[in-house]
């Protein structure tokens, strides 16, 4: 696929135009403001740069260009909304196809023959042969309904039932092998079903095409609990979530996603009606997995199991969340249950007041963790374990929070609260820690007529908006402090990008936003948003400067306290010029900071 045909279609279609077949837009300054298409609100909260041929809605806070709108509008994947948006604009897609168009048949054949497997083992299991099946799955607790919404299957205890009627069909065995339905023999001589005498559970990306399966298996004796499709041409475990497809428009719709780890945990969350739910296919949770769903909400509820594994892989998976940028929070269901048995224990309601009364954030689950029986440790045990969450209560914003984690600490410790602020504020003196930016509540809630509530901004952000738009503010910035101090990676990226555009004399930083969507995609969401920030938003000049001032105060501390520990290293070891050498250095810089020469 050419790029020329993307810059084509960028050019002949104009995103207000587009977004206005779909929703009502009304002008207001330079940009225009509608109700959001992709999540029900009453105050229009959803914005168009005609300029810069972007959307972002603050409410959902989905954002980007006509690719991204169409993707989303139709759910489908970039390569049909490439096709879409090329027969609106009066272009032949196949002129720029070449290798792109041979490719696309053969992903589309992958995805005939897993649709073709799906339907053949659902019919199965509502046969006489799937009875096995159909019994396992109704003592679970699973309806009749759920198992016909989710296309459940059983694959017949047969060696070759399902490669025999695909090869009637017309495909080869070599198709069938890249689907992933099929093995071939060690001795590579024949072909057999890789699924026999299980229950079987599709899977579909997010267009609702089914790219992969998992069975259960209704045998325990020598075989592997459960078996997915191997990696394909269309399926990668990392990937994909189960139940998304079913689950998108309830996630969207609430802002938030629970996450369990099994495929019935999701089935029965959904058969009573808990429908933004989705598991994460018994594997490790994936930075792939914590971006998908970056697109359809902000804030994740972890189920998983109670066991150590299970807690362990909570555990990891909050990490991967952060990085990402996702709002989460655990909850451990009592006596390790499952959800699927907790759901039908409890009900609908009680299990969502259960999840609402005891959920936690990750700094209080990892401290609950990690603190189990921590009162037996030695001191020093127990202060290698204070110095490791020393780093995240420094991010926290609230007293009464941080005051709780010191009772928390303390109590499971075995410590007085007083005596580990006083190491906390050492370590923080020691540490050197440049954290300018502690609002992590950065969200765009509670908008009226599209004017955003600037006070939930962060002040980086707001400073990127400013220094976008504004040279020499950029240059003021980037000559005093570089562009290295955002704590979002992202704003980083988005600067370094900036800046290289106007050291090659562009416009202005600015209007390069648009193609950054293009050609950087995971900060299409960031540049979007940036792109609509109103100029109300932006610091004043004494804002930025009181900011530039700090981050060099910081800068000076860290750089005094890396000499400190130097001189201290060096004095134990006895080398006398070294040791001078840094004495000296520290001197001309401690002159420098009070204003010497």
Request: aromatic letters at 10%; a negative charge; glycine letters at 8%.
């Amino acid at each position: 696929m050419s790029t020329d045909l993307v810059q084509e279609i960028q050019n002949k279609i104009d995103i207000v135009e587009l977004v206005a077949e779909t929703t009502e837009l009304k002008r207001k300054g330079n940009r225009y403001w509608g109700l959001c298409p992709f999540h029900s609100e009453k105050t229009p909260s959803f914005s168009v740069s005609a300029d810069r041929q972007l959307f972002y809605c603050f409410g959902c806070h989905l954002g980007g260009n006509i690719f991204t709108f169409v993707m989303e509008r139709e759910n489908v994947e970039f390569r049909e909304a490439l096709e879409i948006l090329a027969a609106r604009a009066g272009l032949d897609s196949s002129l720029y196809s070449g290798r792109y168009g041979r490719k696309r048949e053969e992903l589309q054949k992958v995805s005939r023959i897993n649709e073709a497997a799906a339907e053949f083992y659902h019919q199965r299991l509502l046969a006489a042969e799937g009875q096995q099946a159909l019994a396992y799955l109704e003592n679970r607790g699973v309806s009749a309904d759920a198992m016909a919404r989710f296309e459940l299957g059983y694959a017949p205890d047969d060696w070759r039932k399902l490669l025999n009627l695909l090869l009637r069909r017309g495909y080869s065995t070599e198709d069938l092998l890249a689907s992933g339905v099929v093995k071939r023999s060690r001795n590579q001589d024949t072909y057999f079903d890789l699924f026999r005498h299980r229950v079987i559970f599709p899977i579909r990306n997010i267009s609702g095409q089914v790219v992969g399966m998992g069975g259960r298996s209704l045998d325990e004796v020598n075989l592997p609990k459960y078996l997915n499709t191997p990696e394909t041409r269309v399926f990668s475990k990392r990937n994909q979530l189960y139940g998304l497809f079913q689950a998108r428009d309830a996630v969207r719709r609430l802002n938030q996603v629970i996450l369990v780890e099994g495929y019935l945990d999701c089935i029965k969350l959904h058969q009573y009606g808990i429908e933004n739910t989705v598991a994460s296919l018994g594997t490790a949770f994936t930075s792939e997995q914590a971006r998908l769903l970056k697109r359809y909400a902000e804030k994740v509820i972890i189920i998983f199991d109670g066991d150590e594994a299970g807690q362990r892989e909570t555990e990891r998976a909050l990490d991967v969340m952060k990085e990402a940028g996702l709002e989460a929070a655990v909850v451990t269901l009592p006596g390790s249950q499952d959800p699927d048995e907790y759901i039908e224990l409890l009900g609908k309601e009680e299990f969502l007041t259960y999840i609402k009364n005891y959920k936690m954030n990750p700094l209080a689950f990892k401290l609950e963790r990690r603190l189990k029986g921590a009162g037996k440790l030695t001191l020093m045990e127990k202060l290698a374990i204070l110095q490791e969450f020393y780093p995240e209560l420094g991010q926290i914003n609230s007293q009464i929070e941080f005051d709780s984690y010191l009772v928390m600490m303390g109590r499971k410790l075995e410590l007085q609260e007083r005596a580990i602020y006083q190491d906390y504020r050492t370590w923080q003196n020691h540490s050197g820690t440049i954290g300018i930016n502690r609002n992590r509540n950065s969200g765009f809630r509670n908008n009226k007529e599209g004017n955003e509530n600037h006070k939930n901004l962060s002040f980086q952000e707001r400073l990127l908006a400013r220094m976008i738009n504004d040279r020499d503010i950029f240059q003021y910035v980037q000559q005093t402090i570089g562009i290295a101090f955002f704590s979002d990676l992202g704003f980083c990226r988005i600067a370094e990008l900036c800046s290289d555009g106007l050291e090659e004399g562009g416009e202005g930083s600015g209007t390069i936003l648009g193609q950054l969507a293009w050609e950087e995609p995971e900060l299409e969401a960031a540049c979007a948003r940036l792109s609509q920030l109103e100029e109300e938003s932006y610091p004043s000049n004494k804002d930025v400067e009181e900011f530039v001032e700090k981050v060099k105060m910081l800068v000076r501390k860290k750089k005094r306290n890396k000499m400190l520990n130097d001189i201290r290293s060096l004095k134990d070891k006895g080398d006398f010029y070294d040791f001078l050498s840094i004495i000296l250095r520290a001197d001309s810089h401690l002159k420098i900071e009070e204003g010497g020469k």
